[in-house]
């Protein structure tokens, strides 16, 4: 514990005050990177500029009080990220390296078949939730200090590999030596067992954010320290990997001290400003469609649904290119842009995601965006006197989250808006860190899958870690 306490105060030494809390042997690294990456040929300011006409027009069109999906997917004047004026003059670039990939066998290859055809080791672990879920994680062993990571809502461990070797976090971070650790959260299609219930039953599909951080996380990371013996573990987490540990720190403060540093590609917990338009049109009605939809039977959030199709149609319009980029419906999402967008590489995201979540995800994330406030579920005025005591669910004590927190964002990043992560950095108990991606195009998704990961995020985020 001497160690470990010598080392958090080494760190918070070279951090300095708000506004400029970033170790400062990073600040000129970053300086030298921002410039040569962000100079991306054409559309990029129409990219960003459509982005955010699409998302004030998809919320506007919310407060229509009937036929909204009827309306939405018939017009032909609303705005698209893809059409002639932006994609003209790439389209045959576009669709040229999109089909350059398509015989990409790591489209179709197991995650641990993935990390094996890479020359590392790779082994399967599971844990069982206190409330059953079985739960199964994949490490990349090595001698150096434990980091956990974990994806994000639709995603799964493969998100951290399936950018190749020269952009995946895992494979990065095993070259560090790091003794690298890939969770995988309850519904995901890693993790679709229990002990009594199966997928088939409502009630294994009766949870949210909040139980993978209130079971789930503390499951694995109490597995993976008794495993290698350590004491603590580095946690990296991407979008709703952020939310469930927030979640995690605020109910269950116990597991902030098993915590060295808890770095969050693109926070999610506040959401009042995001720009998703499936957000914005889904959550002013998120309630309500969920209550219909679970009464149908249907409690998995599926990739290819009505809805999805007409936000397809409004943000992407049609052709090659749009059946290309807006294929998945995690970078539909999302969110998606040209700049940092490996498009040969689309085939084997195609073939890894959507990984599966729960109805209630969804729902829960919908709440936050009304509220503007980080909130435990919200069941209606009498459960939620029932479960909680008061018509109204509380909201997190983030000020409980003791762990070092390390914020990164950027300022086209359709979920994690920068004003909301200023909220977040605002209310945290012990936010040591807070750092903007020098890239005005770069995305949500980029935090995981950018063309220039490794000098854009990585080459930071190991200084950090070695920091600590």
């Not at 689309?346 to 919908?366: C, D, E, R």
């Amino acid at each position: 514990m001497v160690c470990v306490t010598q080392l958090y105060v080494l760190a918070m030494a070279v951090i300095s005050c708000r506004g400029q809390s970033i170790l400062l042997p990073l600040v000129e690294s970053t300086r030298q990177v921002a410039g040569a990456v962000i100079t991306q040929p054409l559309f990029q300011a129409l990219a960003q500029g459509a982005g955010e006409l699409i998302a004030n027009t998809v919320y506007d069109a919310t407060r229509l009080p009937v036929a909204i999906a009827h309306v939405l997917g018939v017009s032909e004047n609303l705005p698209v990220l893809i059409n002639n004026n932006n994609v003209a003059d790439r389209t045959d670039k576009i669709l040229a390296e999109y089909q350059s990939g398509l015989n990409n066998e790591d489209a179709k290859l197991s995650i641990d078949k993935l990390i094996k055809k890479y020359g590392y080791p790779v082994e399967k672990h599971e844990t069982v939730t206190e409330d059953g879920y079985v739960l199964q994680m994949f490490r990349i062993p090595g001698k150096g200090s434990v980091v956990f990571l974990m994806h994000g809502l639709l995603g799964s461990a493969d998100d951290f590999v399936i950018a190749g070797l020269e952009s995946g976090l895992a494979y990065l971070l095993a070259e560090e030596g790091y003794d690298v650790w890939m969770g995988n959260a309850r519904g995901n299609k890693h993790s679709r067992r229990h002990v009594e219930l199966e997928p088939s039953d409502a009630g294994f599909w009766d949870f949210s954010w909040h139980e993978i951080g209130c079971f789930d996380l503390p499951a694995m990371i109490d597995y993976v320290l008794n495993s290698t013996s350590a004491k603590t573990l580095k946690y990296i987490g991407h979008s709703q990997g952020t939310t469930s540990f927030f979640v995690m720190g605020s109910e269950r403060p116990e597991y902030n001290e098993k915590i060295d540093l808890m770095v969050a590609l693109s926070p999610v917990a506040f959401m009042s400003h995001a720009k998703s338009p499936f957000v914005r049109l889904t959550a002013p009605v998120g309630d309500i469609v969920g209550v219909i939809l679970q009464g149908f039977g249907l409690h998995e959030f599926l990739p290819d649904s009505n809805i999805l199709r007409i936000i397809k149609r409004i943000m992407c319009g049609t052709g090659p290119i749009a059946e290309i980029i807006c294929y998945n419906s995690l970078l539909l999402t999302s969110g998606f842009g040209f700049a940092e967008l490996n498009v040969t590489n689309l085939p084997v995201i195609h073939g890894h995601t959507p990984s599966g979540a729960s109805l209630k995800q969804v729902v829960h994330y919908g709440q936050g965006f009304n509220s503007g406030d980080f909130k435990q579920y919200d069941y209606g005025r009498l459960k939620n006197l029932r479960i909680y005591g008061n018509e109204v669910p509380p909201a997190y004590a983030l000020e409980k989250v003791t762990a070092p927190v390390s914020l990164v964002y950027s300022a086209d990043d359709w979920m994690a808006h920068p004003d909301d992560v200023d909220a977040l950095y605002q209310r945290l108990g012990n936010a040591v860190d807070i750092h903007k991606v020098p890239h005005p195009q770069f995305n949500h998704i980029d935090f995981i899958w950018a063309k220039h990961f490794k000098i854009l995020i990585f080459d930071r985020l190991r200084r950090l870690l070695t920091a600590f």
